[in-house]
């Protein structure tokens, strides 16, 4: 008998076609998140099995963060498809446990057995409560569920059924660009598209000496925490200062927010194209603030192209935080370092932008030679899962 993870695919199975190139990155991206771990990975188009001798709990709770997987169980398996050998190892495997009561639930994806799951159940908790004393059979709520799965060369035993987060898996769907700043949207935002397999890449605007250091350590912090699902993120840095700077002195302030935006999403736009990152993404809510309204957030969009995912676009904030503490970036969201935005942000921004005023305005700046020079000067780190950037400890 040997001891696995266990994983299932849930959604993953109803790809058909191309059901091979999913599972082929998903067994990548477990291999990735192990990787410092003696594993092996075998799959089929059912199951994904976790061979290790290391820590079954530390894998479990790797893969627990891994997209593109709907259950995961630690596993026994059985080479044997044959009643009495199958019932033998769980026997074994039940004098271990402490319990009262119990049920079987039998798969049987071999047709050759003759018995149906019902009474493959019926015999195999008649042989436990024979051999093990004082338990009885409890259906609607057992301390012990023993799941039991007969394939075609060999049997599957596991006991507890850990949910996993679903989704696909990361680069399944190609990347994206994440607009992340130090904010609680951001990172979130970032992990809903990357549970829909897109692969992450992310990049900052600061605004050096208006913005401080400890800002853009809290962008890496959140980044890194996102590699957790992501795998490795490259992150990209703008140095926005002079950009900001020429619209504060050129464009009426309740605009500032306006333009300033629209300069993130032309830099980002150039970026994700040069970076074959097909969509941006951003936390953006709709109502949120001025600049999120429906008439703001077209006049925003109306410089780019690309396409623009906006995973938060209807959620509200208490839930947004919500799912900030599930992925644990909430309490580095929260730490109080300014980001570019605040700074510069006017008495009364405009809350219904003009199109024609927005481009007007924008004539009063050199802004295609400043976004040049900000983007040939910019600067990409690489975010890893374990080795920490060396400015974060100043956190
Ligand atoms: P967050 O909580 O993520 O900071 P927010 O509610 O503060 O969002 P805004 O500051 O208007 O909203 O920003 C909206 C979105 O624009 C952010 O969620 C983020 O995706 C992007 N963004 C804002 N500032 C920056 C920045 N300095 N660098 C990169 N992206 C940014
Ligand atoms: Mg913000």
């Excluded at 159940?121 to 609607?140: A, C, E, H, P, Q």
């Excluded at 600061?206 to 890496?220: L, Q």
């Excluded at 980044?223 to 950009?243: D, V």
């Amino acid at each position: 008998m040997k001891k696995v993870v266990l994983i299932k695919y849930g959604e993953l199975s109803t790809k058909k076609d191309n059901i091979n190139f999913f599972l082929t990155k998903l067994k990548e991206n477990v291999l990735y998140a192990l990787k410092d771990l003696d594993v092996t990975v075998d799959y089929d188009l059912g199951r994904m099995f976790i061979n290790t001798n290391d820590n079954h709990e530390e894998v479990v709770s790797r893969v627990t963060k891994i997209f593109g997987i709907h259950e995961i169980n630690i596993c026994y398996i059985i080479d044997s498809i044959d009643f009495d050998d199958v019932s033998k190892e769980v026997l074994k495997l039940l004098k271990d446990k402490e319990f009262k009561t119990f049920k079987i639930e039998t798969k049987r994806s071999n047709k050759k057995i003759n018995s149906t799951s019902i009474e493959l159940s019926r015999k195999m908790g008649g042989v436990i409560l024979k051999n093990i004393s004082d338990i009885k059979v409890d259906v609607n709520n057992p301390e012990i569920l023993v799941n039991i799965e007969y394939r075609n060369n060999n049997t599957l035993v596991y006991f507890e059924k850990i949910k996993g987060l679903g989704g696909y898996p990361v680069g399944t769907l190609g990347k994206g660009l994440l607009m992340l700043s130090g904010g609680i949207d951001s990172p979130v935002a970032g992990y809903l598209a990357c549970k829909r397999g897109v692969k992450l890449e992310a990049i900052y605007f600061e605004s050096p000496p208006h913005t401080s250091i400890e800002a853009k350590n809290k962008v890496i912090a959140l980044a890194r925490k996102l590699t957790s699902y992501n795998g490795e993120i490259n992150l990209h840095i703008i140095n926005f200062t002079e950009i900001q700077e020429a619209i504060y002195k050129n464009i009426p302030h309740e605009y500032l927010i306006t333009i300033m935006r629209r300069m993130m999403y032309r830099i980002s736009a150039i970026i994700a194209s040069n970076r074959n990152s097909k969509i941006l993404i951003n936390g953006e809510s709709i109502g949120q603030v001025a600049s999120q309204t429906l008439t703001s957030m077209s006049a925003i969009n109306e410089v780019v192209k690309i396409p623009v995912i906006r995973p938060l676009a209807c959620f509200d904030k208490l839930d947004i935080i919500d799912i900030a503490k599930n992925i644990d970036t909430y309490e580095t969201s929260i730490l109080p370092f300014e980001d570019c935005c605040t700074i510069f942000v006017p008495k009364h921004p405009v809350i219904n932008p003009d199109k024609k005023r927005c481009s007007e305005y924008e004539t009063l700046i050199p802004y295609e030679e400043l976004i040049y020079q900000a983007i040939k000067n910019h600067e990409i780190l690489k975010i890893n899962t374990k080795e920490k950037h060396e400015f974060e400890d100043l956190l």
